[in-house]
């Protein structure tokens, strides 16, 4: 299709190192979809005429039939996806094929066909977060009131409720959805019409075609729309951070699942043996998901790495542009399809992570918090107050909770015994009523926040 200044053809290995076609046929429905939108317009602007439109758009709609139904034959000769469907349909239609891509460059093609599908890629992610949300929600509304420890730096620091620490993740994911959607707004203009690189003399109707594949307009400066990947780098961007707040979440299950942890069973479904080990239950999907968030912040690198010393406009570099929004792309859906499976089906032990909650004095904070509110103790103070009643608690072999009143009036006189039921684990999440707080109220107002929200996409 472009050897008309050459004598001799390419060296084998020119061919393969050239040929895209094994990657980029991912794009077929695509470039279909943008080669119609393409005829469509040049015989609405009189530059093709009715009957060659005509016979493009069927003859696409045969060759789209014929992929659909795994009939793409590779050949590397034609390097890449535009050069098969083209390269077919003049097989179907004869000479009228050769006039499509009057006006058009694979440059400009290939920038909206890969627009194209990392719109649907958005798209799809969104519909994963979604799925994902809803586990979360199901089960943070089922344990709004179940006690289990909150760390910092993984050591006991005051209980929460397993409601609250799986809306932390519902935050997360709320950013994350935010993220897609802010790139598919940004990235919604069509590169379509740019041709090569500097536009063309054929008097074409860019917002025609943009409408068609539902941008929002053509987008403005040819150099920029056929050497642009940063919608690639957008999705890339949301997509490791999303992957990095499923390999937290991925981590957590993983502790929690261990015997030292033992806050929940990893139910049959999401777990496997070990070929040597009959005792093994191992958290596979989890470690997984962990896993694949590095390959998926790879992905990002590689993309910025690519484009960093690009001069503009083409190069052939963008080829590479592919593989690395592929990978992240399969990747991310996969792991947000598990989490969301893994979520709904884990079986928590309540008793197990209230007695952890328990252990460690975690409710030392709710004795200094008494000590300021009702016995007027500066906080500093009061910190030291509990510190000595932590002290006494070890030293008698004892939780904090299982002091007597005389015990604790030792360490300081003002205490009484209105503070008692207050260091009970569940007294304290309970005090914890501060907006954002982690009060079964408050966490169930926070789901009932999150569900509106929902309703109204
Ligand atoms: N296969 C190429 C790619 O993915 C299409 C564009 C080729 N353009 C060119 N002038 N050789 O980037």
Request: aromatic residues 4%.
């Amino acid at each position: 299709m472009w050897g008309g200044r050459f004598a001799g053809g390419p060296a084998a290995v020119m061919r393969e190192i050239n040929a895209s076609i094994a990657i980029d046929r991912r794009l077929w429905r695509q470039d279909i979809a943008a080669s119609k939108a393409h005829a469509a317009m040049l015989a609405a602007q009189g530059i093709l005429s009715a009957e060659d439109a005509d016979a493009i758009r069927s003859g696409l709609d045969s060759v789209a039939e014929e992929i659909a139904a795994g009939k793409l034959t590779e050949d590397p000769a034609l390097e890449d996806i535009h050069m098969h469907v083209e390269h077919r349909l003049s097989e179907l239609i004869g000479p009228a094929a050769g006039r499509l891509h009057t006006a058009r460059s694979r440059n400009d093609q290939v920038a909206t066909d890969f627009k194209l599908f990392v719109r649907d890629c958005i798209d799809e992610s969104l519909a994963g977060i979604d799925a994902l949300e809803e586990a979360l929600l199901d089960r943070a509304e089922e344990h709004s009131g179940t006690v289990m420890p909150g760390f910092t730096h993984l050591q006991s620091g005051q209980p929460v409720t397993l409601g609250h620490h799986l809306m932390a993740y519902v935050a997360m994911l709320g950013r994350d959805r935010s993220r897609f959607a802010d790139a598919r707004k940004r990235m919604n203009e069509s590169p379509l019409g740019s041709a090569a690189l500097a536009g063309t003399g054929f008097d074409l109707d860019r917002n025609a075609t943009a409408s068609a594949l539902g941008f929002d307009r053509p987008t403005e400066n040819s150099l920029d729309a056929v050497s642009d990947r940063d919608f690639a780098i957008d999705y890339l961007h949301a997509a490791a951070l999303c992957s990095v707040h499923l390999s937290r979440l991925a981590e957590e299950i993983i502790l929690w699942a261990s015997q030292p942890f033992g806050f929940v069973k990893l139910p049959d479904a999401w777990s496997t043996g070990s070929s040597i080990m009959p005792n093994k239950r191992n958290p596979d999907a989890a470690e997984l998901v962990r896993g694949h968030s590095a390959r998926i912040t790879g992905d990002l690198v590689a993309l910025l790495v690519l484009l960093k010393g690009l001069p503009l406009a083409y190069a052939k570099d963008l080829q590479d542009d592919k593989p690395p929004l592929f990978d992240a792309h399969d990747l991310l859906s996969l792991s947000l399809a598990a989490m969301a499976g893994m979520v709904a089906d884990l079986e928590f032990v309540p008793e197990k992570m209230r007695s952890v909650a328990a252990a460690g004095h975690a409710t030392a904070t709710d004795l200094a918090d008494w000590l300021v509110a009702k016995a007027d103790v500066p906080f500093r103070e009061a910190h030291h107050i509990a510190g000595s009643a932590v002290a006494a608690a070890e030293a008698a072999g004892k939780a904090l909770d299982e002091l007597s009143i005389e015990e604790l009036q030792a360490v300081d006189s003002r205490i009484t015994n209105d503070v008692l039921p207050l260091l009970a684990v569940e007294s304290s999440v309970a005090s914890r009523r501060s907006a954002g707080g982690t009060a079964p109220e408050r966490v169930a107002e926070a789901i009932r926040a999150v569900r509106e929200a929902r309703g109204r996409r």
